[in-house]
Structure formats: structure tokens, C-alpha cells
């Protein structure tokens, strides 16, 4: 076996296990909320992300980085959003929204200093959240040492994380040490005339991440190495 084929094969290797390894993902089914208050994951999903409670929901997630992937639909009300008094989305406290805010028209986040972004809601167009909880991440003493939470609306998943600017970065209103199946919910507000379908819904943590995985140490060696035996080769011929 040729150096340059061995040195592929650390590439392939090096890519196979270091880099998009497969570390813990529970993809959630979809769910469309028709009611009014909150629905938490724990009373509507099986652990395996499936609907029903033969096996109810309990994952729990104390360390690392957790990413929440949510796709959300306003439908109904004859294609015309409601904001007379309504709110809704995903909420992983049941105080806290992202998606609709209060009487909004544009896609936002509630309890991280409340904010709007620029992208617009509207009915019947999906709008795609990702929420990372940087859980090992304190804040600092201005913000009383709260975990850091980035969120992007509407990235590209096909890309890296770090081409991706959030859309809010580090809001350290998060004063919890993990993020379980009771806290994760969905949540409608004061009789909402459109029906919220949440879709492509995944959490992603331990290693894992909706982006495209950054390229490992290892492989970044590797294909380092790779070059450099290529280089030589070529100059051999010659």
C-alpha cells in the first residue's frame, strides 16, 4: 500500500469517526396546536420523539451545547395571520416565546429582552428556528451569571455554524441548569384564530448539531498531511 493511500485512508477515517459521527439526536413528530395555553413535550411525546405516552418523554441535558430545531406554519384563519391579542410558538419554560410575540406580524423572541427580527411572518410560510443552550457557558455578573442562549431564524443548515451569525446572540436571561421534556413546550395565547403546525422539530446535543459539523482537528491533520505527501509525490514525477 502506497503512503499517499494510507494517508486517504487517515483522511476517510479521520472524517468517518472525529467529524460527523452521529451523537444524539430525537427527532420529534409533527404537531399542530389548535388550543389555547401550553403543551408540554413530557405530556405529548414518547422518548423516541414519537406522539403518545406508552413511554413518556424524559430526556434530561445538564452539560454541553443543546440545539432545539424547529420549523413553524401559522395556518388558518383564511390565510391571514392573527395578531388581535395573540401570540404563540415554541417555549422551553412556558414563559418565554419564540415565534410570535404579543400582537406581532414579524418573527421574535419573548424573555430574552424581547426582541424582533426581520423576518416577516407569514400565514401559511414555514419560518425555521434554531435555539442553542451553551449550557456550560456563564454569563457574567451583569446578567446575574445566566446561561447563554444563541438563536438563529431562518439559517442554512446546509453550512457551517460558524458562517452562520445568529439572528440574537448570547441572551442570558436563562437561569436554568438543564433543559428537560418538562420545560420544552408549545404555546398559543389568548384564543389564536390560526392554528400553529410545528414541523422538521429536533433536538440535537451531546456533539451533535442541525448545522453542517465542523471539521475535526484530526481531519484538518489529515487532509494537512495529505497535502503535503501529495506535493512531494508530484515532485517526484517530475
Known sequence: MSVLTRVALLV??????????????????DYTKT???NQPFSGLYNNDGTLGQSDPASFSIDEGDAYMLFSLTFSGNSGVLDTTEAFG???????????QRWEQSVAGIDYYGGANSSTPI??????????????????????????????WINPDLNALESTQTPTFADRGKWNRGEITANYFQYRMGNLHANDLQFTNVGLYYAGDTPFVPEPSSLALSAIAVLSVVGFGTRRRKK
Request: one cysteine or more.
Open 12 to 29: 476517510a477515517c479521520a472524517f468517518s469517526t472525529a467529524s460527523f459521527s452521529s451523537a444524539a439526536v430525537i427527532n420529534f413528530a
Open 35 to 37: 388550543t389555547d395555553g
Open 89 to 99: 410558538g415554541w417555549s422551553h419554560s412556558g414563559g418565554d416565546i419564540f415565534g
Open 122 to 151: 407569514v400565514a401559511g410560510t414555514p419560518v425555521t428556528y434554531v435555539v442553542k443552550y451553551k449550557l456550560a457557558e456563564a454569563g457574567t455578573a451583569d446578567d446575574g451569571d445566566k446561561n447563554q442562549v444563541d438563536i
